[in-house]
């Protein structure tokens, strides 16, 4: 052993991962910000950097002003808060759950808001205003009812998870056979179940954007108890936590986000499951860190899909769920087989 | 004076008890063994101590109040304990973990980063002589550093009684006796309450003041190493005939053969 640190050498001594942590967050934050720009620039019409630029600065009723003003700008904006309220849900969720496969759909939220979207778009048409509340109220319904299965004097990670296998495989076979007996209006359902933000404009930034501040706060008020917690159960007894309290607060928090996610986006997958874990590989499970990346790296990552989506496969619009997970996926096992270096 | 005191603490099923209805008491100060076979519940016991267990009888006194009707802060700021398995894919820094036994002295709001904090969390990496290793990331340590890290982490709780069960389990044997020279340290110097749950009966008699030998979830037998070192002691509770010797004081048991239990 070297030589024998006294304790006020022992504080000053730098943590090397700091400077790590500070890099990624800010590369992951210079992503957002070129995916946002790129989703103002790139589109069937190309608007050079500067155009966008000056119609953001100063509106004046040109095309481009239309185009980036009211169909490019709401839609960057709603795909960066749909995918920060998933990273974070995600980032919330393998935590308490201490599984690295736990994503908001294990606690019933896509299947619960996915059955409540579907039954209106084919059972109810007239009322399709109310999708997206009644998607957010399925969702939260469904994992109410995952954890109330999974309650016995508290609701272990294991029994949650088993719980939200159960009520997903029920809640899937009722859409199944929504749509296989409604089977000539199943056309119009597919781009909401692969997740989509066509046409997604100004009123679905409004409705989200109190929703996902609100979740956001919640999430970062629950970052001492996220590290906490993942600690165990047991550990965190020990240091006086109110386990069974803080992980129904969590859940919750994240069933909250991730059902805002969903109502606005349809059930768009894979990155609650994968932005957490990366950021887990980059960076490790400290929350004070973690919880941030999560967040603005799922924004990125689903503006820059999205902008993709709608340009590569022009004048197809491509739902962004689906390019998520056909890129997605390898990079991610990419990332598996090559493992963390840190 | 008594720190802790079980009344007819119990645990399972009425037809077979894991722990069935033990009275007994940890006084302040000591350095208490608790000792028994493989599957005696002595690990329930002190489980329902640190209350990760929820006894189905009976009840906990510390410091004369149900431990039940306790504020969990504040009895995590009196009792801290180092379990025996801790979740190996945990992937903080050495120092966080350690940081995290300040929890029960903090307010919701409060981080921890304030100096007074920072030195007692020093302090604990100091103890168990973690140094190096402070900023590595538990997955990248041995069996045994991790353990030590989670000591600190109880150490860092400071609490006036540590529970530890089976501490030694991962350790090899030099290890082992640094962390129970650095335990005899924390109780001769800081006056720690110790209740340990340990296998290595010669260890036990080299350091404990006083055991307590669990059977079949009754209490078998209480006293110190002393008046327990006895060949009937270890015939009746382990089944083990063997020799006794006693050196500056201390008896140390040497197993020979295992002796048929009356059922």
């Known amino acids: 052993m070297a030589a024998v640190m006294t304790p006020g050498e022992l504080r000053r001594s730098r943590n090397p991962a ?3 942590n500070a890099a990624v967050l800010s590369a992951v934050s210079a992503l957002l910000a070129l995916a946002a720009l790129s989703g103002l620039v790139i589109g069937a019409i190309h608007i050079p950097i500067r155009e966008v630029w000056s119609v953001l600065l100063h509106p004046a009723d040109t095309e481009a002003y239309q185009i980036v003003w009211n169909l490019r700008l709401p839609r960057v904006l709603t795909g960066m808060m749909v995918g920060c309220c998933l990273g974070t849900a995600g980032a919330l969720l393998q935590g308490v759950f201490r599984n690295p496969l736990a994503d908001p759909g ?6 619960g808001g996915g059955l409540a979207a579907i039954a209106i778009m084919i059972l109810f048409p007239a009322q399709i ?9 399925g969702a939260l319904a469904a994992s109410a009812v995952v954890y109330l299965l999974a309650w016995k004097g508290g609701a272990s990670p294991v029994r949650l998870i088993l719980a939200g296998v159960a009520v997903n495989s029920l809640l899937g076979a009722a859409m199944s056979a929504l749509m ?3 089977s000539e209006k199943v056309q119009s359902v597919l781009p ?3 997740g989509s933000l066509n046409g997604r404009s100004w009123p679905h930034v409004d409705t989200l954007f109190p929703y996902a501040l609100l979740g956001i706060a919640a999430a970062m008020m629950l970052i001492k108890p996220a590290n906490l917690l993942a600690l165990g159960d047991d550990a965190a007894k020990l240091l006086g936590v109110r386990v069974e309290v803080y992980r129904l607060l969590i859940v919750a928090c994240a069933a909250f986000l991730a059902g805002a996610a969903i109502s606005t986006a349809g059930m768009v997958g894979f990155v609650g499951l994968v932005v957490p874990h990366i950021a887990r590989l980059l960076i490790g499970g400290d929350y004070r860190i973690l919880l941030p990346v999560s967040a603005v790296g799922g924004a990125a990552l689903v503006t820059l899909a999205d902008t993709a989506a709608r340009s590569w496969f022009d004048p197809i619009e491509f739902p962004v769920g689906i390019l998520l997970a056909l890129l997605g996926a390898p990079f991610f096992l990419y990332l598996l087989r090559k493992g963390a270096k840190r | 004076m008594n720190v802790i005191l079980s009344r007819g603490l119990s645990y399972g099923y009425r037809s077979q008890p894991a722990v069935d209805a033990v009275d007994f008491e940890i006084r302040t100060g000591e350095w208490l063994g608790i000792v028994g076979p493989n599957g005696s519940g002595k690990s329930t016991v002190l489980r329902m101590l640190a209350r990760l267990v929820k006894p189905h009888g009976g009840s906990v006194l510390l410091d004369g109040a149900e431990l039940d009707s306790l504020n969990p802060k504040e009895t995590a700021r009196k009792l801290s304990m180092l379990a025996q398995n801790q979740d190996a894919s945990l992937d903080i820094t050495v120092r966080e973990l350690v940081r995290k036994g300040r929890h029960p002295h903090l307010k919701w709001f409060q981080d921890g980063s304030s100096s007074a904090h920072e030195d007692v969390v020093d302090w604990a990496i100091a103890a168990a002589s973690l140094q190096e290793l402070q900023h590595r990331p538990l997955p990248a340590l041995s069996g045994g550093e991790r353990q030590r890290a989670w000591l600190a982490m109880a150490l860092c709780q400071t609490p006036d009684i540590l529970l530890l069960d089976e501490p030694g389990t991962y350790l090899d044997i030099a290890h082992q006796l640094d962390l129970m020279e650095l335990v005899r340290k924390l109780n001769k110097e800081r006056g720690t309450t110790v209740v340990m749950v340990l296998h290595d009966l010669n260890q036990a ?3 404990c003041d006083r055991l307590l030998a669990v059977k079949k979830g009754k209490i078998a037998a209480e006293g110190t190493p002393g008046e327990l070192f006895r060949e009937e002691f270890f015939r009746d509770i382990f089944g083990v005939s ?8 201390i008896p140390s048991f040497q197993p ?3 002796v048929r239990q009356k059922a």
């Open chain 1, 18 to 20: 700091w400077a790590r």
């Open chain 1, 106 to 111: 294990i606690i019933g939220v896509s299947s």
């Open chain 1, 129 to 137: 205003a109310l999708l997206p509340a009644a998607a957010f109220v």
């Open chain 1, 180 to 182: 296989i007996l409604n």
């Open chain 1, 192 to 194: 909401w179940m692969s």
């Open chain 2, 205 to 207: 008699a080299r350091y």
């Open chain 2, 242 to 249: 063997g020799r006794i010797r006693t050196e500056d004081g």
């Open chain 2, 256 to 258: 020979v053969r295992t």
